[in-house]
C-alpha cells in the first residue's frame, strides 16, 4: 500500500532524478488507484495551463518549468484517469488588490520584460509571460474555490507556477510574486461569505507572505510546518499574529514520526478549535527527503498522511470544501512521487 520509494537523497538541484524514475509500466504496479467516483459523484478537479511553463527563471535555477512537467508526466498514468483536469481561465487582476496594495502590484508589472530575464530580487526573477503566468494561477486558484463551494468539485488541486507563499503585501520574493493562496482565501471570503479560513502550508519554508498578509487578521488561520533555521528566517513559535498564526519550526533531520506527532499536536487542534469553512492548502512538497533545499526527510507517504487528515478535517468543519495549491518542490522526483501521493488522496474522497 505504499507508492515506490525513492533513493537516497539528492545532493544536487539537477535533473538526474529521472535516471530513478519508474517506467509506465512500474506505475501500474501502484495500489493506490483511487476508486472510480459512482456516477454523479464529484471528482477531485486538476487546474493546470501552459502558460506555467513560460515563466522563465536562468539556468540552474531550482523553480523551473520543468517541475510542472514532472508532475504533468506522473499524472498522466490511468490511476490518474478519473481526474477532472481543467484548464485553468484567466484570472482577474482586480483580485490581486486582495492581498496586495495597487502601487507594488504596479511595480511589478512594469518589472515584467519584454524579453530576456530579469530579477526582481536575488532569487526571483521575471520573464515576458511570468505577469500572465502568476495571474493565470490566480485565476485557477480562485476558480477552485468557486468550484468547491458551488459544489462542482469535491476537492481542487491547483499545479500552477510561479509559488506565491513567500510574496508579502509589498514585497515579492523567494521564487513569488503574488501571494496566490492568501488572495484565494480573500476570494472566498468576498464571494462566497466565508467567515473562516485556514491555510495549512507544509511548504519546508515558511510563508513569510501569507503571515505578513494575515498578521492581524483572525478571520484567517495560517499554520505552518517549516524547517528551521531556514530561508526565509521568520516563522517561530512566538510569531502568533492576533492569535491566528501558527508556527510549529522544524529542527533539520526531523522525519516522518516527528513531522506526525507537531501535526498532530498543533496543526490539527487549531484548526478543530478554528472550524473553518474552507481549507486552503500552501502544497509545498520540499520537504522530502530528496530535496535540494531543505533537509527535512518527509516521504511521499507523510504527504498522502497529511492530506488525508486535512481532508478529515475538511469534512468535520467545512462541508469537505479543500483546495490545495502547489508552492514549493524541487527535487523533480520527489515532487513528482508526492503530488502522486496528494492527489491520489484527494481523489479517494
Ligand atoms: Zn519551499
Not at 24 to 29: G, K, M, R
Request: with cysteine; hydrophobic share 40%.
Amino acid at each position: 500500500m505504499t507508492l515506490p520509494r525513492s533513493s537516497a537523497p539528492a545532493n544536487g538541484a539537477d535533473d538526474m532524478g529521472w535516471r530513478n524514475f519508474p517506467s509506465h509500466s512500474a506505475f501500474q504496479t501502484w495500489s493506490l488507484r483511487p476508486r472510480v467516483p459512482r456516477l454523479g459523484a464529484m471528482a477531485t478537479r486538476l487546474y493546470t495551463h501552459p502558460i506555467f511553463l513560460e515563466h522563465l527563471t536562468p539556468p540552474g535555477h531550482p523553480e523551473r518549468p520543468d517541475r510542472l512537467r514532472a508532475i504533468e508526466r506522473v499524472l498522466d498514468d490511468e490511476a490518474f484517469s478519473a481526474l477532472d483536469r481543467v484548464k485553468a481561465p484567466e484570472g482577474d487582476e482586480k483580485t490581486i488588490l486582495y492581498a496586495h496594495p495597487e502601487n507594488f502590484v504596479e511595480r511589478v508589472r512594469a518589472a515584467i520584460p519584454q524579453s530576456g530575464i530579469v530579477s526582481i530580487d536575488a532569487d526571483t526573477s521575471a520573464s515576458p509571460k511570468s505577469w500572465q503566468a502568476a495571474v493565470t494561477a490566480i485565476g485557477a486558484a480562485n476558480a477552485a474555490v468557486d468550484d468547491v463551494f458551488e459544489g462542482r468539485a469535491s476537492n481542487v488541486f491547483v499545479a500552477a507556477r510561479p509559488p506565491g507563499h513567500h510574496a508579502e503585501k509589498a514585497t515579492a520574493m523567494g521564487f513569488c510574486l503574488f501571494n496566490t493562496a492568501a488572495i484565494a482565501a480573500r476570494h472566498a471570503q468576498k464571494k462566497h461569505q466565508a467567515e473562516r479560513v485556514a491555510i495549512v502550508d507544509w511548504d519546508v519554508h515558511h510563508g513569510n507572505g501569507t503571515q505578513d498578509i494575515f498578521w492581524d487578521d483572525p478571520s484567517v488561520l495560517y499554520c505552518s510546518t517549516h524547517q528551521m533555521p531556514l530561508y526565509p528566517g521568520t516563522g517561530a513559535k512566538s510569531e502568533t499574529g492576533a492569535g491566528n498564526i501558527v508556527n510549529v519550526p522544524l529542527a533539520p533531520r526531523t522525519g516522518s514520526d516527528m513531522f506526525r506527532d507537531a501535526f498532530r499536536s498543533r496543526v490539527l487542534p487549531s484548526i478543530d478549535a478554528f472550524a473553518p469553512d474552507l481549507i486552503i492548502i500552501s502544497a509545498g512538497f520540499d520537504a522530502h527527503h530528496r530535496d535540494p533545499l531543505a533537509e527535512i526527510n518527509l516521504t511521499e507517504d507523510d504527504f498522502d498522511w497529511a492530506t488525508g487528515q486535512l481532508m478529515e478535517r475538511a469534512g468535520r468543519h467545512s462541508s469537505n470544501r479543500l483546495v490545495s495549491l502547489l508552492e514549493g518542490g524541487y527535487d523533480l522526483q520527489g515532487l513528482a512521487f508526492s503530488v502522486a501521493a496528494h492527489v491520489g488522496r484527494l481523489m479517494k474522497g
